[in-house]
């Protein structure tokens, strides 16, 4: 996946997290510790994930170091 892609998938993801927070608003629980039924099962620790590579690729491509 490109570097473009994953920043149109985070911006997906914060498309949705707004849509859910707005429609049924969203608990600190729910956004840390979410059940497994939940829309937000994994979603802070997937939006991260790509977030860091994101990062990381950022760092590559003009020679520093994170």
């Known amino acids: 996946?490109?570097?473009q892609e994953k920043i149109k998938q985070l911006i997906e993801m914060q498309k949705k997290?707004?849509?859910t927070e707005q429609t049924?608003?969203?608990s600190m629980k729910e956004y840390?510790?979410?059940d497994e039924q939940s829309e937000l099962h994994g979603y802070s620790e997937d939006y991260?994930?790509?977030a860091m590579d994101i990062v990381d690729e950022a760092h590559s491509e003009?020679?520093?170091k994170p």
Request: no cysteine; proline share 6%.
């Open 1 to 3: 996946m490109t570097k």
């Open 17 to 19: 997290f707004i849509e």
């Open 24 to 26: 049924s608003g969203v």
């Open 32 to 34: 840390f510790k979410p």
């Open 48 to 50: 991260m994930k790509i």
């Open 62 to 64: 003009v020679g520093s």
